[in-house]
């Protein structure tokens, strides 16, 4: 029984070490700048800026290392998004009544919008070739 205690304690004082060495990481993952193409949409030009255009918005925050890891992906999709598709980004901690009106829970959330519409939705981190075919199935 004795045993059975210490190994469960090795175990669980293992797993808490690898859980502290990859939060550390995590903090850690630099700030991306985001590619000239992508929109940044703010409660003033929201509306204008989502008009008549398919466009995919991420609700994201600085604190928030998923998000940060998600910037180059959307920089890549919005270097081969063409014609009337974008990325649009809005910093939830700036702008909390756009992440309430999209009843945002979890960061990142990504929302497809067309004509200022959502048609989709995707939490969490994804890929480019996952965003692009969601993107292209709208268009």
């Known amino acids: 029984m004795q045993t059975t205690l210490i ?3 090795i175990i669980a004082a293992i797993l808490g070490g690898l859980f502290l060495i990859a939060r550390a990481k ?3 993952i630099p700030v991306v700048a985001d590619n000239a193409n992508i929109l940044t949409l703010t409660e003033k030009n929201f509306q204008h800026q ?3 255009k398919l466009i995919l918005v991420d609700f994201w925050a600085s604190w928030c290392a998923p998000c940060r890891m998600m910037a180059p992906v959307l920089n890549e ?6 014609g009337n ?3 649009g980004k809005v ?3 700036e702008y909390q009544s756009l ?3 999209f009843q945002v829970r979890n960061i990142p959330t990504l929302v ?3 004509n200022g519409m959502e048609v989709n939705r995707f939490v969490g981190i994804k890929n480019k070739e996952f965003l692009l075919q969601q993107i292209n199935k709208i268009k």
């Open 7 to 9: 190994i469960i304690g």
């Open 26 to 28: 995590m903090k850690n």
């Open 50 to 52: 989502t008009k008549n």
């Open 77 to 82: 999709v919005a270097d081969e998004l063409a």
């Open 85 to 87: 598709s974008y990325i």
């Open 91 to 93: 910093n939830i901690e």
């Open 99 to 101: 992440a309430q009106k």
């Open 112 to 114: 497809l919008l067309k």
